[in-house]
């Protein structure tokens, strides 16, 4: 069964930081690309960011850039999203997803949720003021 497992969440005062995990299970991450999107109560999911197995490109989200940081580890098995400077308004449910599909991530495209078949089961983040 394919499957993606993120860990990794918690409750941090704002200013402070979270590594989140996300691993797969059942399959590996060939030439995939990752993305991690969260989802806020009553609003809808929105992509954060992206990274390609396949060349190694990466895509933020204006609301990110330069705070967090998506990679690999380095047997590429994991994927991390180093979450820094974090504010109130990154409070969501942290998911990650793939397509499942080898290939280069698209700039245009990539926050588009049905773009990924599989979904984790997310993680919590709490940031307080």
């Known amino acids: 069964e394919v499957q993606l497992v993120e860990s990794g969440g918690g409750l941090v005062q704002a200013g402070g930081s979270l590594r989140l995990s996300c691993s797969p299970s059942?399959?590996?991450?060939?030439?995939?690309?990752i993305g991690w999107f969260r989802q806020a109560p009553g609003k809808e999911r929105e992509g954060v960011s992206v990274i390609s197995d396949f060349d190694g490109t990466t895509y933020y989200a204006d609301s990110v850039k330069g705070r967090f940081t998506i990679s690999f580890d380095n047997a590429k098995t994991t994927v991390y999203l180093q979450m820094n400077s974090l504010k109130p308004e990154d409070t969501a449910v942290y998911y990650c997803?793939?397509?499942?599909?080898?290939?280069?991530?698209?700039?245009?495209?990539?926050?588009?949720?049905?773009?990924?078949?599989?979904w984790g089961q997310g993680t919590q983040v709490t940031v307080s003021s």
């Open positions: 997803a793939t397509a499942g599909v080898a290939g280069t991530v698209v700039e245009d495209t990539w926050t588009d949720v049905d773009e990924y078949d599989y």
């Open positions: 059942g399959f590996s991450f060939d030439d995939y690309y």
